[in-house]
């Protein structure tokens, strides 16, 4: 089965593939857009209940929506997947969201703020040295920050209220104050960390599709505290935004890129 443009949708203008990790951070998105989604399966995926990256949630506002799994490499096949499915279907995504919950590096991003990339830099691939950490770039290979068009970052900051900086990709939750001051002393713009926004940067990156990285705040970056988590505060904030986010991406134009 291919993913095909579905007639009697509103289309938006750009054709976008929304991708969180988890299911919760999905339907809070779904909640922006009126009426139920229509569960699109994608080719090839494995039988099970809500395995992550298996189907997308079409809504009736014409974004697809991707519970795509938790962590960069998930992420990464989960949206590369989605992407062939669409273009071999001959009705490709114009666009890639990349949307979630995250740590803020504070004080310049509150508990149920959202932020908006303009640099989706992941933070923990590369090498270890004595001089300290050496990003994959500097070992001759790859990349290890996608870029969002500038045009479109302005468009959805100004629409949502969000703020706009670099958002950081690890593997690894941020637990300590020290691992927080090291990536705030090599990342300065940093304003907040997710697991996922590279990977599905990567994707969007192999088949020419431009990326942009939305999260909410739930927890700030640093010390572990789970008591301090306000994860159901972070989804309200993407449902919220979603819902002023939405003519935004509609009358981005691509050509301001
Ligand atoms: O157990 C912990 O200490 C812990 C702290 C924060 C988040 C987690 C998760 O397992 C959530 C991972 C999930 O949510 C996104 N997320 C949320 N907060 C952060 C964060 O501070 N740093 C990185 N990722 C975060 C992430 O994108 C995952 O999808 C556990």
Redesign the pocket.
Known sequence: MVLQAEEGLITPSVRALVAT??PAERDAVAQAFPGAGEAIRLPGAPEGPDLPGVSVVRTAAGYDLLAAG?GPARAAASTATALTAAAVGGAPYGLVVSV????GFQPGAPLGSLVVADAITVADLGAESADGFLPVTELGFGTVTHRSPASLVRAVSEAVGARVGTILT?ST???TAARAAELRARHPRALA????GFGVAEAAAAHGVPVLEIRAV??P?GP?D?AAWRIGDALAALTEGFGKLAPALESWNTHDQ
């Open positions: 990790a988890v938790v979630g919950i995250g740590g690890v939750v941020t637990g960390e997710g697991m996922e739930s927890n970056v572990r789970r």
